[in-house]
T-cell receptor
Framework: AQSVTQLGSHVSVSEGALVLLRCNYSSSVPPYLFWYVQYPNQGLQLLLK??????LVKGINGFEAEFKKSETSFHLTKPSAHMSDAAEYFCAVSEGLTGGGNKLTFGTGTQLKVEL | DGGITQSPKYLFRKEGQNVTLSCEQNLNHDAMYWYRQDPGQGLRLIYYSQIVNDFQKGDIAEGYSVSREKKESFPLTVTSAQKNPTAFYLC??????????????FGPGTRLTVL
C-alpha cells in the first residue's frame, strides 16, 4: 500500500526566502510522485511530477523537487518565494497499474503563507 | 476551451436528501475520478472509472454512487446513507491507460453543505 506524509500542515516564509515543503512516501514498488497546488475554492493544478529518469524535476512557477530513493522523499523547493505562491500544496504518490487504476494517494497538504 | 466542468459550485442539501453532483469533461479522457476533500485530511478517493460502463470503489465509497454512461460524464450521487456529506468534492480525469505518465486534471470543485 502506498502512503504520503507531509511534514508541517502550515509553513510561513518571507517574500524572497527559500520555500521548502517536505514530502515522504511509502510504496511497495517504484513510485511515481506528484506535487499539486490548490488556490482557495479551486481545483488542483499540477506543479511537477517524477516518473522515471532524472531525479531533479523542474515544474511550473519556478518550483522543483528532488526524488531521493534512499530517503523516500520528494521535497518541493523554490529559491525565492513570491506572494502569489501562497496556496495549499499537496504531494501525491501512484504505484501505477500495480496499484490498480493508477490511483493517486494524497498527503494531507501544506498551507504556504508568504509574508512581506 | 477543453477542460473539466463541475456544477453547481455551491450546493445545499437538507438531511435525508440525495443529491447529484455533475462532472463533465471535453478532453476525450478515458479515466475519471471523484475525490472528497476535508480540512486537514487531503483528498480521498471515492470512486473511479477507467472506461465507460465500468467503475470501481475507492477508499471511501460508502454512501456514494456513480454512473458512467458516457465517456465525458461521471456524475456522483451523495445519498442519505452518507453520514457526514459536508465537504468539497473534486472531479478529475486522465487521458488513458498508459500509466501515471498521464496527468490527472482537476475540475474546480463543488462545495456541498448539509443543512
Amino acid at each position: 500500500a502506498q502512503s504520503v506524509t507531509q511534514l508541517g500542515s502550515h509553513v510561513s516564509v518571507s517574500e524572497g526566502a527559500l520555500v521548502l515543503l517536505r514530502c515522504n512516501y511509502s510504496s511497495s514498488v517504484p513510485p511515481y510522485l506528484f506535487w499539486y497546488v490548490q488556490y482557495p475554492n479551486q481545483g488542483l493544478q499540477l506543479l511537477l511530477k517524477y516518473t522515471t529518469g532524472a531525479t531533479l524535476v523542474k515544474g511550473i512557477n519556478g518550483f522543483e523537487a528532488e526524488f531521493k530513493k534512499s530517503e523516500t522523499s520528494f521535497h518541493l523547493t523554490k529559491p525565492s518565494a513570491h506572494m502569489s505562491d501562497a496556496a495549499e500544496y499537496f504531494c501525491a504518490v501512484s504505484e501505477g497499474l500495480t496499484g490498480g487504476g493508477n490511483k493517486l494517494t494524497f498527503g494531507t497538504g501544506t498551507q504556504l503563507k508568504v509574508e512581506l | 476551451d477543453g477542460g473539466i466542468t463541475q456544477s453547481p459550485k455551491y450546493l445545499f442539501r437538507k438531511e435525508g436528501q440525495n443529491v447529484t453532483l455533475s462532472c463533465e469533461q471535453n478532453l476525450n479522457h478515458d479515466a475519471m475520478y471523484w475525490y472528497r476533500q476535508d480540512p486537514g485530511q487531503g483528498l480521498r478517493l471515492i470512486y473511479y472509472s477507467q472506461i465507460v460502463n465500468d467503475f470501481q470503489k475507492g477508499d471511501i465509497a460508502e454512501g456514494y454512487s456513480v454512473s458512467r454512461e458516457k465517456k465525458e460524464s461521471f456524475p456522483l450521487t451523495v445519498t442519505s446513507a452518507q453520514k457526514n456529506p459536508t465537504a468539497f468534492y473534486l472531479c478529475a480525469s486522465r487521458k488513458g491507460l498508459a500509466g501515471p505518465l498521464d496527468t490527472q486534471y482537476f475540475g474546480p470543485g463543488t462545495r456541498l453543505t448539509v443543512l
